[in-house]
């Protein structure tokens, strides 16, 4: 292994504890945006440890399915973390990084969070989860696109290999990075739950999504929850970094362009909240199925051959 | 004869002896585990033959004298019939006597395994097209013996009807093979030309098509399958259509010759089109096993998917990738059978403990049957492709597939696999709302009946068959690179492709999926972060509901669940709702409301087929009059007619 993915590797690590700090950092720039103070972006720390410390509550007649949900939602993102390359490299985990794999695994843990909301009874929780994952059956086919896209330059699904390909600026040249671009970036919208597709920030039961699973878990389950959606965060806005955006030279150029390109869409999601207003529910499909047809352009315009 | 001949005729012979046991009086039991001795020899037999790659017994003759033999495709094939009916049968052994008709249904289950194995290890077209035909009819039989209502004999003749009139199709492919003298041989159908090649291929599609149950021809599958005995609708859904899809394999890859560009990309249409046309119907299902039926549609989309790839890489001379594709649809093919089987067992034996198999009707079963409960759920997960289970490995590898389709090549081919890719991705995530919706209305939450807060575990051997095949689930999802290699070799030209042997699957081109180190990582971190959890839990407290007492009315469910996406795709399910109040003198006094969502292949294409053809009928009957002279009419008009063809000199 060499010394830039041992370096990966360690950053890779990092990520469990630096993840929480992106969803504390569009709250807190979402805030100012709005002319409120706002909590630090550090917020997300505090709520762990608070949660940590609190014990936790089961509903009645529940059963293993809804004790083991939140270790295995948890389980699946720290696997998820390990697959994601980190400034095109990554530690030698023995997990693969395939694209794919990556999708395998949100899959699982969307499958443990509902299961768990079906265990509860609870009409709120099934509420969101029903809308979740009619989301995802949309949100799904465009992931697999717009990683199809990125695949396309590496003719892999390797994702470091997709990484090292979007380096450089002849990629674009291509109409096809654009296209792809604009598709993940609906990907990001619809994967950490932000307006205009749900609000994070909701405490009314009807509308949640993806908080109504959540509604039940205390203590220690909602600590592993809760940092789960931060590294979703993390996992996305990673990979949108790496396969999407511009890189830097060299592993220290390509951490320090990471971490701008991060601050940056943290900025944009803040802003994005700030301006946008929650959709129709109903309209969310429309507007991937449209995100879809771009994604499908983009990989027949790179076939024939359009800016290549 | 080898020693592999005699395992497979002992095994065969053993299945006869379990047929004729079954029948007769208080030897039941000990007939069904003969017959499950004997599937195991035949898929022995055959599994050595899958390993060993060399065939035995005869070779595919176009002569009409029949021939028996097992080669490598015909082994892989009787391997999975024996890893799925064996469970299967030590299933039935629990449950067959308490069932209707015992001894009819345990001697026609033998009967079935038989014709199923006829089939796929017949060398020539009479043995092929009889056991074919025994394959459709046995069943019919058993679930006639079984169950006796009006609304099963319409089942039954529905799906009589429509696999004889689409297999049809299967009499004309092998009939015009054998007649050019290609089965066994595609160099001799090449030189027959385009036309007959056409013909041969359409028609295999359409025979092949309506037994496998492809949309749109897949009308008779959902009605047929749920109304058999358990263990039958297993090896309906198990089986039945995975051999159906071998004799598709046949005629497309082997005795085809070069197969044309079309049939590829009509493979991956029609692949498309099953996956989410199965899926989509599953999802607004009430009755369990008609969900499980129509789930058998969507995986035979999958597999279609895998075996259209492999065709179009063949195609542009990719020679691995399109082994890599038809390993992926064989995969499919076995993983399928597992959990389909499993999930019909279990289905069965929650039948019986619940005494229906309404969805609404179920709940909280995963804590009075746990161990039927697990395997339930293993099954479901698998099913809807999750990792680290056998579902997740092989849709993985179709993914893979299609991807690499759409990396190169012709812009019209790579942009068809940039679809199917899109839509196999849809399928999963639908396939997953689908069953974490049944996990959740059968095995969790408060019991929704009464029956179903009595229901008690079934009996050992029952749960036997189902952990059995739940293990398997496992096992092929963390090792799928162990068979990987096996299959390819299957594929045409598939012998020479370099696959390594790993545990994972670690392709060319991928980022590799080790599903031994995932399912490992998987456990490990879940077992840590639940060590790290602790125990300290306050009481259990009532679920939140803004303050309100629970109720059962406020139980979710199934079309309740699924309401955001009929809302969505309306225009596609097109739900039928019916909203009916009685009033009496003024006031309401019941409200009656019912909803479901027909089966748009049946409103599109069959209804005014059948609304055609009894018009056709009715047009036909006015040329019956009863009246004497306008038959002495009718003569008089053909001899004149045939005079004046005659003088005309039309008649030679």
């Known amino acids: ?308 | 004869m080898g020693a592999l001949a005699a395992t497979a005729l002992t095994g065969a012979a053993a299945l006869g002896v379990g047929a004729i046991g079954a029948a007769l009086p208080r030897r039941l039991c000990a007939a069904l585990t003969l017959q499950a001795v004997g599937i195991a020899l035949l898929g022995v037999a055959g599994a050595a033959v899958l390993l060993s790659g060399d065939a035995a017994g005869a070779a595919f003759t176009s002569d009409l004298a029949p021939g028996l033999g097992i080669d490598p495709l015909s082994g892989f094939f009787l391997a999975v019939l024996a890893i799925t009916a064996v469970p299967a049968l030590v299933f039935a052994r629990a449950y067959v006597p308490a069932g209707p008709a015992p001894r009819a249904v345990g001697a026609l289950t033998a009967a079935f395994l038989l014709a199923l194995a006829g089939v796929l290890v017949a060398r020539d077209v009479t043995t092929f097209l009889a056991s074919w035909e025994l394959m459709t009819l046995v069943p019919a039989a058993a679930i006639l013996a079984a169950r006796r209502d009006a609304a099963v004999r319409a089942a039954v003749f529905a799906y009589v009807a429509m696999t004889h009139v689409g297999g049809a199709g299967v009499w004309i492919a092998l009939l015009t093979l054998a007649a050019h003298r290609a089965i066994g041989d595609p160099a001799a159908l090449a030189a027959a030309g385009a036309g007959v090649q056409t013909l041969v291929a359409l028609a295999a599609l359409v025979g092949f098509g309506t037994k496998a149950g492809i949309v749109p021809l897949h009308s008779w599958l959902p009605r047929a399958h749920p109304v058999a005995p358990a263990h039958l609708s297993a090896l309906m859904s198990g089986m039945m259509i995975k051999v159906a899809l071998y004799g598709l394999i046949r005629v497309v890859f082997e005795w085809l010759g070069a197969t044309p560009r079309w049939l590829g990309v009509t493979l991956l249409t029609l692949g498309v089109l099953s996956a989410l046309g199965g899926v989509l119907w599953a999802l607004v299902q009430q009755d369990l096993k008609r969900l499980l039926a129509y789930c058998s549609i969507e995986n035979v989309g999958v597999v279609l998917l895998g075996l259209g790839a492999s065709l179009l890489f063949a195609d542009a001379g990719e020679r691995l990738w399109a082994a890599i594709a038809f390993a992926a649809a064989l995969l499919h093919i076995a993983n399928h059978a597992i959990f389909k089987v499993l999930l019909f067992l279990a289905a069965g034996a929650l039948e019986r403990a619940v005494g229906a198999l309404d969805l609404d009707r179920m709940g909280g079963l995963l804590r009075r049957m746990p161990q039927t409960g697990a395997a339930f759920l293993v099954g479901a997960m698998a099913i809807a492709g999750l990792p680290p289970l056998n579902g997740f490995a092989s849709e993985w590898l179709t993914l893979q597939s299609l991807a690499h389709l759409g990396f190169g090549g012709p812009l019209g081919i790579a942009l068809t696999g940039a679809v199917g890719l899109a839509a196999l991705a849809m399928t999963a995530a639908l396939a997953l709302l689908c069953f974490v919706k049944v996990v959740g209305l059968v095995l969790l939450g408060p019991p929704r009946s009464a029956a179903a807060a009595a229901a008690v575990e079934a009996p050992a051997a029952m749960r036997a068959g189902m952990l059995a095949l739940a293990g398997l689930c496992i096992v092929l999802g963390v090792l799928p690179g162990l068979v990987l290699p096996p299959l390819a070799a299957l594929a045409p030209g598939g012998d020479r492709v370099p696959l390594g042997h790993h545990a994972g699957l670690l392709l060319p081109g991928t980022g590799s999926f080790p599903g031994l180190a995932l399912a490992v990582a998987l456990l490990v971190l879940t077992a840590a972060l639940v060590a790290l959890r602790g125990t300290r839990r306050a009481a259990p407290q009532p679920t939140w509901l803004c303050g309100q007492r629970w109720t059962p009315q406020l139980n979710w469910t199934s079309a309740g669940f699924t309401k955001p996406l009929r809302l969505v795709l309306d225009s596609v399910l097109r739900p039928r709702r019916e909203l009916e109040v009685v009033y009496d003198r003024g006031t309401a006094q019941a409200i009656r409301y019912s909803a479901h969502v027909p089966a748009l292949a049946e409103t599109l294409l069959y209804d005014p087929t059948v609304r055609a053809g009894l018009r056709a009928a009715a047009l036909t009957r006015r040329l019956q009059t009863g009246n004497v002279r306008t038959y002495a009419a009718y003569l008089l008009a053909l001899v004149g007619g045939l005079l004046v063809l005659v003088a005309s000199g039309a008649l030679g």
């Not at chain 1, 799904?140 to 600026?169: F, H, I, K, N, R």
């Open chain 1, 1 to 308: 292994m060499t010394a830039a993915n041992a370096a990966a590797g360690v950053l890779q690590v990092a990520a469990v504890g630096i993840a929480p700090l992106l969803p504390g950092t569009i709250q807190t720039v979402k805030a100012r945006l709005q002319g409120r103070r706002g909590p630090s972006p550090l917020q997300p720390y505090r709520a762990l440890r608070r949660l940590w410390g609190k014990s936790a509550v089961d509903p009645e007649g529940t059963t293993a399915v809804y004790r083991l949900a939140p270790p295995v939602v948890a389980a699946c993102l720290l696997s998820a973390l390990a697959i994601v390359p980190v400034a095109g490299g990554a530690g030698g985990w023995g997990l693969g990084h395939d694209a794919l794999v990556l999708a395998g695994l949100l899959a699982l843990a969307r499958f443990a969070i509902v299961a768990a909301s079906w265990d509860s009874a609870s009409g709120f929780a099934l509420m969101g989860a029903a809308r979740e994952l009619m989301f995802a059956v949309f949100g799904e086919a465009l992931l697999v696109l717009a990683l199809l896209l990125a695949a396309l330059p590496a003719q892999s699904t390797d994702l470091v290999a997709m990484a090292d390909a979007a380096a450089g600026t002849a990629i674009w040249a291509a109409p096809a990075h654009w296209c792809a671009a604009l598709a993940f970036a609906l990907v990001i919208l619809v994967e950490t739950g932000r307006q205009p597709v749900d609000n994070p920030d909701t405490h009314l039961e009807l509308t949640m999504i993806h908080e109504g699973p959540l509604l039940e878990y205390a203590g220690r389950d909602l600590a592993y929850l809760q940092w789960a959606a931060a590294a979703r965060h993390w996992v996305v806005l990673v990979l949108g970094a790496e396969l999407f955006l511009p890189h830097g030279d060299g592993f220290a150029g390509r951490v320090g362009v990471l971490t701008l390109t991060l601050a940056a869409l943290c900025l944009l999601l803040a802003a994005g909240e700030t301006v946008q207003a929650k959709m129709r529910i109903l309209r969310v499909p429309s507007l991937i199925g449209l995100a879809c047809v771009v994604a499908l352009a983009g990989a027949g315009s790179w076939i024939a051959g359009v800016g290549v």
